[in-house]
């Protein structure tokens, strides 16, 4: 059976369980011809067929990103897309794959950046995942902490403690300075008390 006929959407299905399904069949099988699959599908003209692939196609990412690693410029690709829902599905997958290819994910960086700028919550965080990544490897670490800090700067303040508390494990005595600084410019800006103080304790512990 072809895989566009698993498709929770060709199932008739409004869940996601089809999907997540497929995702771990294809994954435990390392099954290479059911991503190619996949890959071709996500320009069908059915935007419920694209959904689900990107969906299935970064649920294998979870799983195992080394079965999607040469389809990181179609990922990348997607970045343009019209559709936010593509958009931020590819920006999870470029999250996930970043471990496997770094250096192409490193030299696409601005595009990333640009889509994360524009979009939604779920693609800033998952371009914080990627930078993240990023800086534990000291050949990009340099560029990828600064973007970082500029994405600390203008981020939704919603956001601000869940990005500060993902970075402490990168937080060394070079950069620990400008991180600390950046997030005590920013406390006065932050409403809830609850959030405020999420922020604040990373401060103490990364002081």
Sequence with gaps: MPVIDKLASSLNRRDEKPNQELAKKIADKND??????LISLLDHKSKDIQFDCIKVLYEIAELQPGLVKEYTKDFISLL????NRMIWGAMH???VITGEEPKLIHSNIVKIMDAAEKGSVITKDHAVGILLKL?????YEADSFTLFIELLQSCPTNQ???YA???ISIIH??????FIETLHARLEEIEKETKRKRVEKVIKKCS
Excluded: T
């Design 32 to 37: 290479k011809a059911s991503v190619k699959e």
């Design 80 to 83: 343009k897309n019209k559709n």
């Design 165 to 167: 508390e993902n970075a």
């Design 173 to 178: 005595e070079k950069n620990r300075k400008i």
């Design 160 to 162: 601000l403690p869940l």
């Design 135 to 139: 800086c534990r490897l000291k050949q």
């Design 93 to 95: 997958a470029l999250d």
